[in-house]
């Protein structure tokens, strides 16, 4: 039975365990320092100065051959998508002991999860698919949220892990539940992002400040994270900081359509988002995902700032 459980088992770790980290991109290197700061860590990254860098800074072990993390108990991995991760599960199942738990933080199609799991299981490696939200300030204090599909007992072997990196772990059911749900939280995501640049670049063109409409918002039913956080953060003081990749955003609302489809649900808003947010990605190419806002505001003539 899947289970909720914000409770940290931190202080229970056992902190022989050996851990292995692969992709050291703008989520996977803070996880990475957090783990290292309690476990022995190694960790790879396609591009191996970017491992190294990090084993300098925060004490892990870097090693350029993909080999080298045979041996870690736990292998965790944060790349762009599932199929990144099944070329290089594929490349190191055979080198792994078997009994090692392999924990993909990526967000990925939870078919393609699925395979992962079956390819593994053939070399007698568990999987959990474990996702994560709360963006890089979240990977960076260890207070991320997981949503954990696999076996339960596989989940206990690895809890200790999980715990160090975040700080709600929820097991939401079998292999490819995890990046099922963070799909659908990452459509819902999206959804608002879009929703809310529509409404107050309206509302400025009209003379109504986004500081006031937000203020309003914010203590209103309308509020959600995009209206709390992002455009108070990252809009209205124009810093747009590149965090999450608007490209990663499209791909997960894309995997999102694909959760509908499995569920018989047409989908016609989420759908629309799917179009919107692809191609924006194509145009903004390189572009975090909140400046998807720049588009509305050019579209429209306005721009949204603290300053109006
Ligand atoms: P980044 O683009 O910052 O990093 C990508 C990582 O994957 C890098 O280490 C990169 O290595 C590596 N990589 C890329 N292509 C390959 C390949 N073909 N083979 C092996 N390694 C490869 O991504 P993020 O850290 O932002 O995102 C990682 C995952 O986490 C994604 O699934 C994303 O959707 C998800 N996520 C991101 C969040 C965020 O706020 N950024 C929040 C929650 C989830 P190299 O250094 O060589 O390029």
């Known amino acids: 039975m899947p289970t909720s459980d914000a409770t940290p088992a931190v202080d229970d770790a056992p902190t022989s365990t050996e851990v292995a980290f692969l992709g050291l991109g703008a989520m996977g290197r803070p996880m990475a320092a957090n783990l290292a700061a309690r476990y022995p860590t190694r960790v790879w990254n396609r591009t191996t100065s970017v491992a190294e860098a990090h084993a300098a800074a925060h004490g892990s072990t870097a090693v350029a051959d993909l080999a080298e993390v045979a041996g870690a108990q736990v292998v965790c991995s944060c790349l762009p998508t599932d199929v990144e991760v099944a070329a290089v599960a594929g490349a190191l199942a055979p080198a792994l002991a078997p009994g090692t738990v392999w924990v993909d933080h990526t967000s990925g199609n939870p078919a393609g999860a699925r395979d992962i799991a079956e390819l593994l299981a053939g070399h007698d490696v568990g999987y959990l698919d474990a996702p994560v939200s709360g963006g890089t300030d979240g990977a960076a204090s260890g207070a991320l949220t997981t949503m954990v599909g696999g076996d339960a007992d596989d989940l206990a072997t690895v809890r200790a892990v999980l715990d160090t990196v975040a700080a709600r772990v929820v ?42 409409a937000l203020e309003v918002i914010a203590s209103s039913s ?87």
């Open 171 to 212: 097991h939401v059911g079998d292999v490819g539940a995890g990046m099922a749900v963070k799909a659908v939280n990452n459509a819902l995501l999206a959804t608002s992002l879009w929703a809310a640049a529509e409404g107050l670049t309206a509302l400025a063109a009209q003379g109504i400040a986004p500081t006031s």
């Open 222 to 308: 309308g509020r959600s994270f995009a209206t709390e956080t992002l455009f108070p953060d990252r809009v209205l003081d124009r810093s747009f900081p590149h965090t999450f990749a608007l490209a990663l955003l499209a791909k997960d609302v894309r995997l999102a359509g694909s959760v509908l489809a499995g569920g018989g649900v047409d989908g016609p808003v989420l759908h629309l988002v799917e179009q919107l947010t692809s191609a924006a990605a194509v145009e903004l190419e390189d572009a975090d995902h909140v400046e998807l806002v720049r588009m509305l505001e050019r579209a429209v003539g306005v721009e949204l700032s603290s300053l109006q």
